[in-house]
């Protein structure tokens, strides 16, 4: 009779209740890692991740990519309206600029590089962190840890604002032989940074613009290319 049944919507006549609160297995949503997040929802039902921490956007938790090690792509675009340069490693965020702006507003330039993402990098690499300067519009990325906690400690959020860890990659000094430097450049005209890791581009700012203009900051950090 329903008045006992543990589960009267579905038919469950050997009434088992595992974790022993009243209600038949039948009738509970699993949440097999015990997060507090039901499987039928859960981006990584197998792990235990309750903030579900998504990096990449691709719909699986980092929780369930952390042992992966896998390399990410870096999206690139082109914003005319500013001329500068924006990088994602986000799926999300590439598929939404894709989808939302016609393609004289941001012009999509395919992948820069790989890189590892948060929770999901080998041992050796180190954090590259994303800014966003609201001035300029533009997004700042650097892997030096003093010139990320100056710009933390100097500049109003209003100004700069911190957006945490973009992804991982190697410092020059530490790189594995098969990885590819990915350059820094200061734009002197609308005081944005550019970077690149292909060296042709590299090269043609260096040998066409004067250093007024475009001023070489040397290896940013290391990446793979694949």
Not at 52 to 67: F, R, S
Not at 88 to 102: C, G, L, S, W, Y
Request: charged fraction near 25%; charge should be negative; aromatic fraction near 16%.
């Amino acid at each position: 009779n329903d008045d006992v049944d543990n589960c009267p919507s579905v038919s469950n006549a050997d009434q088992t209740d595992t974790d022993g609160n009243g209600t038949g297995d039948a009738c509970e949503v699993a949440d097999s890692d015990n997060d507090g997040v039901n499987d039928d929802v859960d981006n990584c039902p197998s792990v235990s991740n309750a903030d579900q921490t998504d990096t990449d956007g691709n719909g699986t938790g980092d929780a369930c990519e952390e042992t992966q090690e896998t390399l990410y792509p870096i999206y690139r675009f082109w914003f005319p309206q500013n001329k500068t340069h924006f990088f994602t490693m986000n799926e999300n965020e590439k598929d939404n600029i894709i989808n939302t702006f016609p393609a004289e507003k941001f012009q999509y330039g395919g992948v820069a590089y790989y890189a590892y993402k948060a929770g999901a990098a080998p041992e050796g690499t180190s954090p590259v962190y994303r800014f966003w300067f609201t001035q300029n519009k533009t997004h700042f990325f650097t892997m030096n840890e003093n010139e990320k906690d100056n710009i933390i400690n100097t500049f109003p959020t209003e100004k700069f604002n911190y957006g945490g860890i973009a992804w991982y990659a190697y410092k020059a000094d530490s790189a594995p032989e098969d990885t590819i430097p990915v350059y820094r450049f200061w734009f002197t005209q609308n005081k944005t940074h550019f970077f690149t890791a292909n060296e042709n581009e590299k090269n043609n700012i260096l040998d066409t613009f004067p250093v007024e203009k475009y001023q070489y900051g040397g290896v940013a950090w290391h990446a793979y290319y694949k």
